[in-house]
């Protein structure tokens, strides 16, 4: 091993350099250029520990400290990274061997990998670093989906990456998912309307029993949709702000009297079973109104839709500890089983769809609370018994820090609304 980092070194160390730039200017992540450079620095490090920059040595030459060092530097990346010499496994971090086996060191990077997409690519040439990545299906497991990025050091050391993309993809196949459902939902009552208009433009038009009927379904399909539509719009506007915490101070108490008073008096006979309480002098929250009115439209209108016919609503506003306000929406209805609530704020996901829909139900309802109540850095818990009624619980911070507040709360206080 030379005595210090001589010319060709430095100029391994430039070469390293720029190439890690290169990812990043053609377009990959930060950490892809972190790792091109962590790499390429191990791979001149190893050629200069050899003693021979140009030409691939063994492993073994390198000074077993620098290995160690290198060894250790590579562990700390969360990533699976490789670096390859003469087609063999050098360098194998800790996250490499737990997906690959402790036995890839030493190995045909080709065996090691074993996947017909990653053979092919690491048999060619050295790709630029525009190349795209590869997708590797199924390595370490069945429903296991890697990105493969190569980068390659001055003296042909070639630098694997292994780029985790699972969650990158079921979150592509959700958004398509998505999509595909909510067409489904728009087309059902459009061709339903389509159809109606078809029929009453032919003789059934005439009959104005008929025509009274069929312009009364037609009215419910569209309005349907109207829902349906306005549900979209709202979703992707909670979406679009997700990042941007809501700061209004907010009576939550007064929104809380409000929204009870609109659905008492829009709710029929249904409406007059709602039952609400706030605590006094309850300090604002800091929050977004419009959403937190559409939270409290749609708890409350799931409780009443959902609970039985003639059973009550609650609906109360209560302190929690010192910095946070909690809301119980409680109702006495079928209950949802056990396996559902994980999946109950999903989009367009329902536990009896006929039913849903009968009640003029999106399925979009609680996907939207838990946008609002993520958006609000909020808790939301759904408890069901099947057969007894399902209680939701809202939890939100207060807008204030506790020591302003405290003196003016006086616990256990409830107002009646
Ligand atoms: P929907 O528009 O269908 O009511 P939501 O997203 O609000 O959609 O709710 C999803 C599903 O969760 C509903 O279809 C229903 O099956 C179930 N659900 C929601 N709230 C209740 C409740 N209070 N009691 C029983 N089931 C409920």
Known sequence: MGSGIGFRGVGGFVVVLLAAVAVLVAGQ????????????VAAVLLALGSGEEN??????DAAPALRAG?????????????????????????????????????????????????????????????????ALVGVGGLDQQWEMRLGAASDGTRIVHLVDTTGARAAERMRVDFVANASH???????????FVETLSDSAGEDPAIRTRFLRIMG?????????????????????DKYRAPSTPIDLAALVESVCAELRDAGGARGQDLACTADVDLPPVA???????????????????YGRAGTPVTLRL????????????????DGISPEHIPRLTERFYRVDAGRSRALGGTGLGLAIVKHIVERHRGRLDIASR??????????????????????QFRNGDAAGL
Not at 185 to 195: C, K, N, Q, Y
Not at 287 to 305: F, I, M, Y
């Open 29 to 40: 992540s930060v950490q892809a250029a972190a790792v091109a450079l962590v790499g390429g």
């Open 55 to 60: 030409v691939a040595p063994a492993p073994a």
């Open 70 to 134: 290198l060894q250790e530097l590579f562990d700390a990346i969360a990533e699976p990274v490789l670096l390859v010499r003469g087609g063999g496994v050098d360098l194998a971090n800790r996250a490499a061997r737990t997906l690959l086996g402790e036995h890839i060191v030493g190995e045909d990077v080709r065996v090691a990998i074993r996947h017909p997409a990653a053979a092919e690519r690491l048999a060619g040439p050295d790709p630029a670093p525009s190349e795209g990545a590869i």
């Open 185 to 195: 939902e728009l087309r059902t009552p459009l061709a339903s309307i389509l159809g």
């Open 220 to 240: 419910d399909e569209a309005q349907r949709m109207q829902r349906l539509v306005e549900d979209l719009i709202s979703l992707s506007r909670i979406e679009a």
């Open 287 to 305: 929050g977004d109104v419009a959403q937190l009115s559409q939270l409290l439209h749609n708890l409350a209108g799931n409780a009443l839709k």
């Open 318 to 333: 209560e302190r929690e500890g010192t910095g946070l306000v909690r809301l119980t929406i409680a109702d006495q209805g």
């Open 386 to 407: 099947s057969g007894e009624g399902t209680t939701v619980t809202v939890t939100l911070p207060l807008s204030q820090p506790p020591s302003q507040t405290v003196s």
